[in-house]
């Protein structure tokens, strides 16, 4: 019953430094995604992915990489960390079938840039 | 251009209060409408979701939500909330044949015992 993994929970970064969020999932989900919560933000999409070797740019993708070399893995990239990246970052997925693109999320990963 | 607003940023209400929660969107075509709940210190979960069919939904815990399609309205109820109602909850969309959904900003509920 693992659903989304990501790793790690929790990170705190100096300013500069990069890091990578790992996401995984195993329930063959085409879909892919990862957002951002900030206090009284909601949710922002960073980047998402419709299948493997496919990405695309959600509301907020600067500062941010990605990459889809299977259906089960999404990383997420940071390749300067800056204080305006401490956030909750949540990796999600998703298929599209006929009960209607339900998204299931991962545990969160808290981030600290300092 | 597509959106999604959550009227009320945060909600108190004493138990037993009956509870609305507003969500709009801005499109003209079909959608795909889900109510998310995010409990203290756990990640968001489905809550419940309206995709074709009865525009009135029963979700888990004793939560509705009524799709007014002339409204573009999708607005969360339950009669007689609980203190373990306290969370958070977001309304999210996806329009027409898009892969991702949309999520309002939230609206924070603390129920007081």
């Known amino acids: 019953n693992a659903g989304v993994t990501q790793t790690p929970k929790f990170r705190i970064l100096k300013i500069g430094q990069s890091m990578t969020l790992q996401c995984t999932q195993d329930m063959n989900h085409n879909y892919m995604y990862w957002y951002r919560q900030d206090p009284g933000m909601g949710l922002k999409l960073i980047y998402y992915s419709v299948g493997a070797g496919i990405t695309d740019k959600g509301e907020v993708p600067n500062g941010y990489n990605v990459s889809r070399s299977t259906t089960e893995d999404f990383p997420l990239r940071l390749e300067l960390a800056a204080p305006s990246q401490t956030s909750v970052y949540f990796c999600?997925?998703?298929?599209?079938?006929?009960?209607?693109?339900?998204?299931?999320f991962g545990e969160g990963s808290w981030l600290t840039v300092v | 251009a597509q959106s999604v607003s959550q009227h009320n940023h945060h909600v108190i209400l004493s138990e037993a209060a009956s509870l609305e929660l507003g969500c709009n969107y801005s499109y003209g075509g079909t959608v795909n409408l889900f109510w998310y709940v995010q409990y203290p210190g756990q990640h968001l979960q489905l809550l419940l979701k309206?995709?074709?069919?009865?525009?009135l939904v029963k979700g888990i815990k004793g939560f509705e939500a009524e799709f007014i399609k002339s409204k573009f309205s999708f607005n969360l109820r339950k009669p007689s909330v609980q203190w373990s109602d306290t969370a958070e909850y977001f309304c999210?969309?996806?329009?027409?044949?898009?892969?991702?959904?949309?999520f309002g900003d939230g609206t924070t509920l603390t129920v007081k015992p």
């Open positions: 999600a997925s998703s298929n599209r079938d006929s009960a209607g693109n339900t998204i299931y």
């Open positions: 309206y995709f074709s069919g009865d525009p």
């Open positions: 999210a969309v996806k329009f027409g044949n898009a892969g991702k959904s949309t």
